[in-house]
């Protein structure tokens, strides 16, 4: 019976397997051996773009699996060179047991070992010294990648949805490249951003989830023709290269882990947002982060979920409701979960409070005369701040710049042969840090100078009144209306004989101005810095009789 082969080839990269020669003449070379020998090829397995570093190659376990299996449907593994195979000394040699056990042999037809114990000593030395030169040309690619990456230009991965690659300049036969804006895509970034942000029309901000229902309906798809997914449209939300700032080194190739900060490499890109709309939707995402918020707190209709408190113990009221959801009610949580002994509790019907708190808004801090007023006077305030917040500005710039200074020098001395220890390795970290939260309070600090506060009249103060009215009295959706009690009112406290409101006057100067800048238009902020308790009003239950007081 005549020996049957299966002949394995591989090359290492994508771009190898679509330009190179390199497959069709290990099969041809490998096929003209098991000609010259008797040998039929039972099978060929071919890999086109994958490291020999690792055994996690589809074709390669294919073969393994096929040559393991019952009948054993080839007694010969034909490579080209035994770095085909692997490039890994310890795969080597747990392979070449695997397949000994089942009577399947390897032959590399350039390299002619024996099947004795000199054989096996030349094809671990020749193994080992491929995994050595692997690893020293893995080691001088990363380095050209990293000082190609200092150097402003792109290292040849696909680029962030919203961009695309152009050659930026030619050095010998290579061509360097940078990324410029991809209309089309970057036209969907917007978009996303926009929604998640701000929302269409009366809709209120959209979540994740009918943010990526909107896109598929509309017939929007990714760069492959297929639908959005949560998880994509997510990663895009966090990806800071939309206003700008690119990271390379971020991730470990291999395991997929973060690199430590230092580590990083930030590449500049063109911006595709402005950097307070995104600053805006990280606040956003945070906020509704299950760690921070409980997805029930984002995603529940009930109007005060989350800011309710019990006044007594000071509590989360929840929802709960009787004979068949016929009855609902507030109540305290821990009177609901532990019993009277944890607290005597307080229970309100969730029409009524919701009526109580909307009507205490609307008709005492929403009257015409006072709204006026508080804005008028948070304007002012606003005009006067201007030039100190400039100066804060321009501080924050330079220390930036130091920051960038001193970082870019630690890295001087590690490339000029410095050890990066973990002294030094903590410091690079630091101060990255420290130029994190520098950039966010710049992009905070401008948006409150770009504010044009002087800009509001009384007649459009009157019209954003008028027009919050409207949205907090339209039941048709939940959510819109939800996210606009949570923009100016931070917390509710209910006693046995009063509701306390406490939310942020500023959140009033910043809608207006908003509502002024966008031509009519409601636009949630999610600004948490302004969410302070110093603007509370008391109101006592209906049954008391009384109005809201300030």
């Given amino acids: 019976m005549n020996k049957r082969a299966a002949i394995y080839c591989r090359v290492s990269t994508k771009r190898q397997a679509d330009s190179d020669i390199s497959i069709p003449d290990q099969l041809n070379q490998c096929r003209a051996w098991c000609e010259a020998e008797g040998i039929e090829v039972a099978a060929e397995f071919i890999e086109p773009g994958a490291s020999a570093r690792s055994d996690d190659r589809k074709a390669f376990q294919h073969m393994i699996e096929r040559a393991c299996s019952q009948g054993r449907p080839f007694d010969i593994i034909v490579i080209h060179s035994l770095s085909r195979f692997t490039r890994n000394e ?14 399947v042999r390897i032959h590399s037809i350039t390299q002619n070992l024996s099947e004795d114990a000199n054989g096996d000593l030349m094809a671990s030395i020749i193994t080992a010294f491929d995994a050595h030169q692997s690893a020293e040309t893995s080691k001088h690619v990363s380095r050209t990648m990293l000082e190609n990456a200092r150097e402003g230009f792109w290292n040849g991965s696909k ?14 036969k290579k061509e360097k490249k940078k990324l410029k804006i991809h209309d089309r895509e970057a036209g969907i970034v917007r978009l996303i951003f926009d929604l998640y942000v701000n929302g269409t029309g009366r809709s209120g901000p959209k979540g994740i989830k009918k943010i990526v229902t909107h896109l598929n309906d509309k017939g929007y798809r990714t760069r492959t023709s297929q639908p959005f997914r949560v998880q994509f449209v997510g990663t895009l939300l966090r990806n800071s290269a939309a206003i700008g700032r690119h990271f390379f080194n971020r991730r470990n190739s291999k395991t997929g882990k973060v690199r430590p900060r230092e580590e990083w490499i930030e590449l500049p890109v063109p911006k595709i947002v402005d950097e307070a709309l995104f600053h805006s939707a990280q606040e956003r995402l945070d906020q509704n982060h299950p760690l921070k918020t409980p997805p029930r707190e984002t995603s529940s209709p009930v109007l005060l979920t989350g800011i309710a408190h019990c006044g007594s113990c000071g509590s989360r009221m929840k929802l709960q409701t009787g004979k068949s959801g016929k009855y609902r009610y507030y109540k305290c949580a821990a009177r609901a979960d532990q019993g009277k002994a944890a607290c005597k509790g307080q229970s309100i019907p969730e029409g009524l409070l919701d009526e109580t708190v909307l009507d205490s808004f609307k008709h005492k801090v929403l009257d015409a005369d006072r ?22 500005i321009r501080n924050l710039k330079s220390e930036k710049r130091k920051i960038e200074t001193a970082v870019q020098n630690l890295y001087h001395m590690v490339e000029n042969g410095i050890e990066l220890d973990a002294t030094l390795s903590a410091r690079i970290s630091g101060l990255q840090n420290e130029r994190e939260q520098c950039v966010l309070l710049i992009a905070r600090k401008q948006r409150q100078l770009d504010t044009p506060a ?11 009144r008028s027009a919050l009215i409207s949205r907090l009295a339209d039941e048709k959706d939940p959510g819109f209306r939800k996210t606009y009690v949570r923009e100016f009112i931070s917390n509710v406290d209910v006693t046995e004989n009063q509701i306390r409101i406490t939310g942020p006057k500023a959140a009033l100067l910043t809608h207006s101005t908003q509502y002024h800048e966008n031509g009519g238009r409601m636009v949630p902020t999610f600004e948490q810095a302004w969410r302070t308790r110093h603007d509370s009003n008391v109101r006592p239950l209906p049954s008391e009789g009384s109005a809201l007081s300030s």
């Avoid at 047991?97 to 089942?102: D, T």
């Avoid at 002087?454 to 954003?464: I, P, Q, R």
């Fill in 159 to 172: 680029p962030p949805y919203g961009y695309e690659t152009y050659v930026a300049e030619h050095r010998g």
């Fill in 454 to 464: 002087s800009a509001l009249s009384g007649d459009s103060v009157e019209k954003f």
């Fill in 371 to 392: 709204l006026k007023i508080i804005v008028g006077a948070l304007a002012a305030r606003a005009s006067n701040a201007k030039e100190k917040l400039s100066v804060e």
């Fill in 90 to 103: 310890t795969d080597f040699h747990l392979y070449k047991h695997k397949l000994k056990k089942k009577e």
